[in-house]
């Protein structure tokens, strides 16, 4: 199979060649015969040294392949600013502006003219251009998402319980939004319907007793006959003042493919939004793998903004993705910086792609896994859709009690680093899980929407040896459930208890066990318009999502084994491959009318990641966008 990510190593490959070479440049007098035989000036082996930078070059990209040449070499381990700057005249979205693929190492070989100078000295060689590189990857290529199921209604007298723990991530959504902003429906296997529910906030109030509080709400559905039951999750929140030192190790991935488009840039205009939001005392640390890790900056406070700034301009794309060294060099240097009263995480910023060590989220587990349980809590954040790795960063996030986000924007970057930094670097509660239990004498059915990938065990609710959910100050978790009401003739009078919502989980920094239960009692609401209008949004979302999974995918084309030569063009769709619209347009029209009535009544949600107008304009990209394309490959 042939990968672009195959043509852009050797593309970065040559880059570091050329540009560690190519301040040796050939003089424009020098003529053929001067070159072969010497004129005084220069000697063979001068000449000879003198061309091998070519000659290297135009070696490494005929014949490249997919194993890096070298590591990055670590950065200056730098030491407190001798000048230190409480903040610095910094704009981060000029990393995004004037961020260029080739960030001024392609100069390529020197263009010499073939007319022979004045005094008819013969004209100089000519020398090659290097080789461009080839078009970056479209944003439906090479990407890995693995489809999570959808969950099936259930006989609640066969199955009274329903558990599974927390989700804060986002990271679904924001891929979606991504595919929708190109005129093209998401793959139906990245859409996580619990993370497009996540993403839109809720308006439940913040608990006042514990760290997590819990509210439900019953109504019936506008959109089909079942009845819905809605599970809020409130993390207490935090003012910025009163949060912990925060001290926070970027883990920057450098490889060849985070130089497509602005991945790299958006890295960089991340870690600008930091300085610019994090406090004096928090502290920041910056190590970059490809094909090793090293590390770029030591932990510096934000004080030193300077420092910091000086260190995000050295990062520059490089070879191959060794995400286990970058994820063990992170661990390690945050392991150095502890602060047992701080806030301590570590930031992976990637395209998810790993191609060195370990490459797999088992695998890497072992790696991440016991650091977290030390206190070391994980956030991934995704760059750059075509050559990315959601199920990677997704898995990844999960097993090192963190969360998964996706940005491929500045505006997203500067959410999620500025309005919503507490929520996103303070965790407020560990191995949080929930339980939704059902009385068979008034529900029949159920059905869990989303949170297929974070399904438990009944029993796991009380087993604290078990993995779950962590959730930062400030978080909203909503699970949506449809149910069918009871057997005939049951008493379904308003005050009837449905079953109870509980909520597990350590509070952070004691440890201590903490459980909270909520009642679901059917309530007064006999029509939909009776619902909250924040329910009625966040289940048209809901149902959104499902719209889209459900969506047809166009298959795979394979073609034969014969590669051709030269830069490798995408390939175009023979007719007949794929649906060419979406399908079940009626249903979208339904539901994207249900969510236009609910958002009339809402502004944004606390702890939103898009607004109801947002979510309004992507239904509305939706009716007219078409298919993913169908995916292409080679035979071996």
């Not at 094909?291 to 004080?303: F, K, M, N, R, W």
């Not at 859709?385 to 999960?398: F, K, R, S």
Request: aromatic content about 6%.
């Amino acid at each position: 199979m042939v990968e672009w990510r195959r043509y852009w190593l050797c593309h970065d490959q040559y880059l570091r060649h050329s540009a560690g070479f190519g301040r040796q440049e050939l003089p424009v007098d020098l003529g053929v015969a001067e070159l072969i035989e010497g004129d005084g000036r220069h000697t063979n082996m001068d000449a000879r040294r003198t061309l091998l930078p070519l000659v290297l070059a135009v070696a490494l990209l005929a014949g490249c392949s997919s194993a890096g040449s070298s590591g990055p070499s670590p950065g200056p381990d730098a030491g407190p600013s001798t000048v230190p700057k409480a903040r610095i005249d910094l704009d981060p979205e000029r990393y995004v502006t004037d961020y260029s693929s080739d960030n001024g190492t392609s100069k390529g070989g020197v263009n010499y003219s073939m007319e022979s100078d004045a005094s008819g000295a013969p004209p100089p060689m000519p020398m090659p251009s290097p080789m461009p590189p080839p078009p970056p990857p479209t944003i439906h290529e090479d990407n890995t998402f693995v489809d999570p199921g959808e969950h099936p209604f259930v006989m609640a007298a066969d199955q009274p319980a329903s558990t599974f723990g927390l989700d804060v991530d986002t990271g679904s959504f924001s891929v979606g939004r991504t595919f929708l902003t190109e005129g093209t429906l998401p793959p139906p296997a990245s859409v996580r319907t619990d993370e497009w529910v996540t993403a839109l906030g809720s308006d439940q109030a913040d608990p006042t007793d514990t760290a997590l509080g819990v509210a439900t709400t019953s109504a019936p559905s506008a959109l089909g006959d079942t009845r819905l039951v809605r599970v809020g999750v409130a993390a207490r929140d935090l003012a910025g003042e009163d949060r912990l030192p925060a001290h926070l190790t970027f883990v920057v991935d450098t490889s060849g493919s985070m130089d497509i488009r602005d991945r790299l840039g958006l890295v960089k205009a991340s870690l600008g939004l930091l300085v610019l939001n994090l406090k004096d005392d928090d502290t920041i640390a910056i190590v970059e793998y490809s094909d090793d890790a090293g590390l770029v900056l030591a932990p510096t406070p934000v004080s030193e903004a300077q420092t910091i700034v000086d260190a995000i301009d050295e990062l520059q794309p490089s070879n191959s993705t060794n995400l286990e060294a970058g994820l063990r060099e992170g661990y390690r240097r945050a392991q150095e910086a502890f602060d047992p009263e701080g806030v301590n995480a570590v930031i992976l910023a990637s395209d998810g792609v790993a191609n060195q060590g370990l490459t797999d989220s088992d695998g890497l587990a072992g790696v991440i896994q016991d650091r977290a349980e030390g206190g070391i809590h994980l956030v991934t954040v995704g760059y750059g859709m075509g050559n990315y790795n959601d199920d990677l960063m997704e898995q990844v996030a999960d097993r090192g009690d963190g969360f998964y986000a996706y940005l491929d924007t500045y505006e997203q970057a500067e959410r999620l680093f500025g309005s919503q930094l507490t929520s996103t670097l303070v965790v407020v509660a560990n191995d949080a899980k929930a339980q939704v239990t059902f009385d068979p004498d008034f529900v029949a059915e159920y059905r869990l929407l989303g949170y297929e990938n974070r399904s438990l065990n009944t029993e796991d609710f009380d087993d604290e040896s078990v993995d779950a959910g962590e959730v930062g100050a400030g978080h909203r978790v909503t699970a949506i459930y449809e149910v069918v009401l009871g057997p005939p003739g049951a008493d379904l009078a308003p005050d009837a208890v449905l079953g109870k919502a509980s909520v597990r989980y350590k509070a952070a920094g004691s440890g201590e066990t903490v459980t909270v239960t909520e009642p679901i009692v059917l309530g007064e609401a006999t029509d939909p318009a009776d619902a909250p209008a924040s329910m009625r949004f966040q289940a048209a979302t809901a149902a959104f999502a499902e719209w889209l999974s459900d969506q047809p995918s166009a298959p795979e084309v394979v073609y034969d084994d014969v590669v051709p030569e030269g830069p490798q063009q995408e390939p175009m769709p023979g007719p007949g491959i794929g649906p060419s619209a979406p399908v079940d347009l009626d249903r979208l029209a339904a539901i994207r009318a249900e969510a236009a009535s609910a958002a009339a009544e809402l502004g944004e949600l606390p702890g939103a990641s898009v607004t109801p107008q947002e979510m309004l304009e992507l239904m509305d990209l939706a009716a007219k966008a078409t298919p993913t394309p169908p995916s292409y490959s080679y035979g071996e």
